[in-house]
């Protein structure tokens, strides 16, 4: 927990003894409030791992063999964000592990990073049968879990891979290719969608466009960190 979080809890203990003195012993709030303020606080991605635990909360956890978490540099300032584990994420338990795995590491050395230097995660953390696209419901249960490893994390820049994880980080039902290579805001975080590896390794003559989008981000990251050297 950050100084600031501490300072805060602090202060409330000593506003609830305030009321408890002028003979306020309970207050009416809510349990989804209550839960609210209990996500509200950032956590560490161990705690966050700690939370989700052999998570059953969606209908995934029956065909699954691995949560796949995601991995990567705790404090990246470059996060990618897949669909969901396939068939060599789900037996290795660990995120882009197959051919579109090893794709999305060129990917990622094309803009002269490593993956040890960036987050690598997924929209749902279990695998969907055979493959199949993550329904909304499955999509709704894991959010909560992917925002805290967000919060914890703080990337400055989030690659969006793919429709359902452009569609779900940006609330929108607009299709990949009018989203991509595009900069977006999310709670003050960069967001850039571009193709999912795997769509790639169907269509590689749409790979141009994902290069494209790969210099945005280095070109980004280029200026903003200049404009913190400066600061
Ligand atoms: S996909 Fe997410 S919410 Fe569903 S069981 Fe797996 S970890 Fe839990």
């Given amino acids: 927990m950050d100084e600031h979080s501490r300072e805060m809890i602090s202060e409330l203990k000593a506003?609830?003894?305030?009321?408890k003195g002028m003979g306020i012993v309970s207050l009416p709030i809510s349990e989804?409030?209550?839960?609210?303020?209990i996500r509200s606080e950032t956590l560490t991605l161990a705690e966050v791992r700690e939370e989700l635990g052999d998570c059953k909360r969606?209908?995934?956890?029956?065909?699954?063999?691995?949560?796949?978490?995601?991995?990567?540099?705790?404090?990246?300032t470059l996060m990618f964000?897949?669909?969901?584990?396939?068939y060599d994420e789900?037996?290795?338990?660990?995120?882009?592990?197959?051919?579109?795995?090893?794709?999305?590491?060129?990917?990622?050395?094309s803009i002269d990073l490593s993956r040890e230097?960036?987050?690598?995660?997924?929209?749902?953390?279990?695998?969907?049968?055979?493959?199949?696209?993550?329904?909304?419901?499955?999509?709704?249960?894991?959010h909560p879990f992917l925002m805290e490893q967000i919060d914890s994390i703080q990337p400055k820049i989030i690659c969006a891979l793919g429709t359902f994880s452009a569609q779900t980080l940006l609330k929108t039902d607009a299709k990949i290719t009018a989203l991509r290579g595009k900069l977006?805001?999310?709670?003050?975080?960069?967001?850039i969608p571009t193709y999912h590896p795997a769509f790639l390794l169907?269509?590689?003559?749409?790979?141009?466009?994902?290069?494209?989008?790969?210099?945005?981000?280095?070109?980004?990251?280029?200026n903003n960190n200049k404009t913190e050297e400066m600061e």
């Fill in 15 to 19: 506003y609830l003894e305030y009321l």
């Fill in 32 to 37: 989804n409030i209550a839960e609210e303020a």
């Fill in 58 to 76: 969606c209908k995934l956890h029956r065909t699954r063999r691995t949560i796949v978490f995601g991995e990567g540099n705790e404090k990246a």
């Fill in 81 to 86: 964000i897949g669909e969901g584990p396939g």
């Fill in 90 to 109: 789900d037996v290795q338990g660990r995120p882009f592990v197959g051919k579109a795995g090893q794709l999305l590491t060129k990917i990622i050395q």
């Fill in 117 to 142: 230097e960036v987050y690598i995660a997924n929209i749902v953390k279990c695998r969907p049968p055979q493959n199949r696209n993550p329904e909304p419901d499955e999509i709704e249960s894991c």
């Fill in 184 to 191: 977006y805001d999310l709670k003050g975080i960069k967001v």
């Fill in 202 to 222: 169907r269509n590689p003559e749409r790979k141009r466009e994902v290069w494209e989008d790969m210099k945005k981000i280095a070109e980004w990251l280029n």
